[in-house]
């Protein structure tokens, strides 16, 4: 059984990655995708360069930020949830409670020592 946090985790992972798979298949094959949209597809040559030259750098900071989210989400997924609190306190009582063992010196008394 997984944690909500896990859950959470992997649904964020999971949307981070079909974003992105997404958002490169539309930047790789726009002509397709505008085709599937009914739309026509004859941009000029300049208006191609002008879009690769701001999509690339584009591209490669969104892709960035959704490999971040991606592995936050796959850390919250595959990290074990923490012990819940009620827990840690009754450890820490526990130890207080147990008797320590002091270790009895034998000293000679301060008059014997002098002699």
Do not use: H, N
Not at 73 to 91: V, Y
Not at 92 to 102: F, N, S, T
């Amino acid at each position: 059984m997984v944690s909500k946090d896990q859950a959470i985790g992997g649904v964020i992972c999971l949307v981070c990655v079909l974003v992105a798979i997404g958002y490169t298949i539309v930047v790789i094959f726009p002509g397709e995708v505008m085709g599937l949209l009914g739309q026509s597809t004859a941009p000029a040559v300049t208006d191609s360069v002008r879009l690769l030259a701001v999509v690339v750098p584009v591209l490669i900071a969104f892709i960035a930020i959704l490999a971040i989210g991606a592995w936050i989400g796959w850390t919250m997924a595959t990290t074990p949830p923490p012990k819940p609190i009620e827990e840690i306190t009754t450890e820490m009582e526990e130890k207080k409670e147990e008797p320590k063992v002091e270790e009895t010196k034998t000293e000679e008394p301060a008059d014997k020592k002098k002699k």
